[in-house]
């Protein structure tokens, strides 16, 4: 696949090229800065996800004493197991713990995870 790949810690990006049939030096200038602006809102939304996705870890970490490995692994649990994506599911831990309610569905899955954590710690 063409394209800008980026590492963010363990999110690995593949930007696509936004014209893989037009060699970039035969862009125009107005598409190139058309294709700059959306590579670079995709990369801002990908860094501010991970920050997100940090920030669920160091809850996970601060309220259960999981360790940040761990608390990436049941994110992604409780994430696959309800069907919704990471980002969110990080959104909804980081607001619980500044005073929100987590909705059933991912509270439920998430003292599940962190149940068979506890019997079966890596």
Do not use: F, Y
Not at 35 to 53: F, I, T
């Amino acid at each position: 696949m063409r394209g800008m790949r980026l590492l963010l810690g363990s999110l690995e990006l593949v930007m696509p090229s936004s014209h893989p049939s037009v060699p970039p030096a035969e862009e125009s200038a107005n598409d190139k800065i058309a294709r700059l602006m959306e590579e670079n809102a995709q990369l801002r939304q990908a860094v501010d996800s991970h920050a997100q996705v940090d920030q669920a870890i160091g809850v996970l970490t601060a309220v259960w004493r999981v360790p940040p490995t761990s608390g990436w692994n049941l994110l992604r649990e409780v994430s696959q197991h309800c069907n919704i994506k990471l980002h969110t599911v990080a959104e909804e831990i980081v607001a619980w713990a500044l005073g929100d309610t987590l909705p059933p569905k991912i509270r439920d899955r998430l003292h599940a995870a962190l149940r068979q954590w506890r019997q079966d710690p890596p």
